[in-house]
Structures are given as structure tokens and as C-alpha cells.
């Protein structure tokens, strides 16, 4: 039996239970995610099953079926999820929504079948030369501060330009981004056996409840729904 999100519950949201699998851009859950608030994040979301129809409320119309688009930054929240669904998180820069949108009733609702679809929902050409040098320096700075001169300095661009190339380019500010890459560590951390407390400061965050407040804001859950999810990385 799906679980139906209703915030009006004083008893804490069941965890998120099943298998997480992690690549660089790409993040496949196979199982139960639970239940969200009404939320939004930077990955596209695909919701896919082959039994029982994904409930959701997306830009405050419901909705439901077993294959779902949710793109990048669209309000939404899990309403009921099949016990045994599949989520996707593809990042926008490397992601085709052509594809995505031409391929998204055919795609299977298992995560193992999957794995052999997703290069076709993969963007075509490579980023900008100098995005990429940015993001490069960004991975050096992190988990620390990241200061945007520097981060300029790196791709050769002034501040306001490179500013400007990450909303063209990833679909997302500099700052939006920074915030992705740490809730992706302080999750990897975390799954990997770590605390919760000690997986937020490990990510940079200033504490357990600045972590929260970005899973919140990005996800609708709270960080005690992780428990119940075992990673793998690819």
C-alpha cells in the first residue's frame, strides 16, 4: 500500500526505503521515496512505475501516473508513491529534455533496465570550456567557502559574466549550485554510515539544522527520512 503524504499528521513521515544509486550527475532511486512537502530543486524528477500510479500535486494541480516529468525548479509534492517505484534525478546541464520528453513513456519503471536508457537522456554537446573550468575550481574550493572572484578568475570570465553563463548554462545561479553539490555530499556522507550532524559540517554546512533547512526547501522531507536508504555509487 502507497503511503499518502498529509502534513496535517502529527506522527513523523515514514523514511524513504530502497536503494540509491549515485553517479556524477545522475541519482536513481529504486523503492519506496515517501511521502514530500510542496517543494522544488534543480534536478529534472522522473517518476516511474510499473504497478501502482505515482500521486503527485505539481504548480498546485494533482496529478497522477507512472511516468511522470518533473522539470527543473516546478513546485511540487509526493502525494502517494508505489512501493516499489523508480526516482530519477537528472541535473539540467546534462540532461536533454527532448529526449527525455520523447522517451519518457517507454522508459522502464526498474532501476537495473534503466541504467542502459539514460545515456540517450544525456545531453548532446558538452558544456562551455569555461563553465567547466569553473566547476572544476569549484570542486577544489568545496566543502569551504567559494568565493565567486576566484571562481571568475578560473574561467576566465568577470564576475557578472560568469554569473550570467551559469544561468544560461546550468539553469541555476552560482549559489544554487554550490548548495546542490553539498546536499549531494552531505547524502553521500551520510549514507555511507556517517551522522547526520557530522555529514552536514563534512558538506560544509554550518550545522545539522542548515542541512535541514535546504532538504526541506529542495526536497519537502526531513533528514531523519534518509535512514532507510542503502547507497550505491557508480
Known sequence: MAWIYNSSMS??????????????????LQGHAGGSAAHAHYAHQLLLSEGA?????????????????LRSFQVHAILSAPQA????????????PGQIQRH?????????????WLPRL?????????????????AQHLPGPVPAHDI????????????????????????GWVLWQRLRSALMHHLRGHSLTDSAHAA??????????SLRRMFGIAAAQLQGLQ????
Open 122 to 138: 544525456s545531453r548532446p554537446q558538452p558544456l562551455d570550456r569555461r563553465v567547466q573550468a569553473a566547476l572544476t575550481r569549484i
Open 231 to 234: 547507497l550505491h555509487t557508480a
Open 11 to 28: 506522527s513523523p513521515a515514514p523514511p524513504w526505503n530502497g536503494t540509491l544509486l549515485l553517479d556524477a550527475h545522475v541519482a536513481v
Open 53 to 69: 500510479p505515482w500521486q503527485v500535486e505539481i504548480d498546485g494541480v494533482r496529478q497522477q501516473g507512472q511516468r511522470l516529468w
Open 204 to 213: 560544509g554546512f554550518a550545522d545539522l539544522a542548515h542541512l535541514s533547512r
Open 152 to 175: 571568475a578568475e578560473a574561467a576566465h570570465l568577470s564576475t557578472s559574466q560568469l554569473h550570467r553563463r551559469f544561468q544560461s548554462d546550468l539553469a541555476v545561479t552560482l549559489r
Open 85 to 96: 517505484g523508480c526516482t530519477v534525478f537528472v541535473e539540467p546541464a546534462h540532461a536533454d
Open 104 to 116: 519518457l513513456h517507454a522508459l522502464p519503471g526498474n532501476a537495473l533496465e534503466l541504467r542502459a
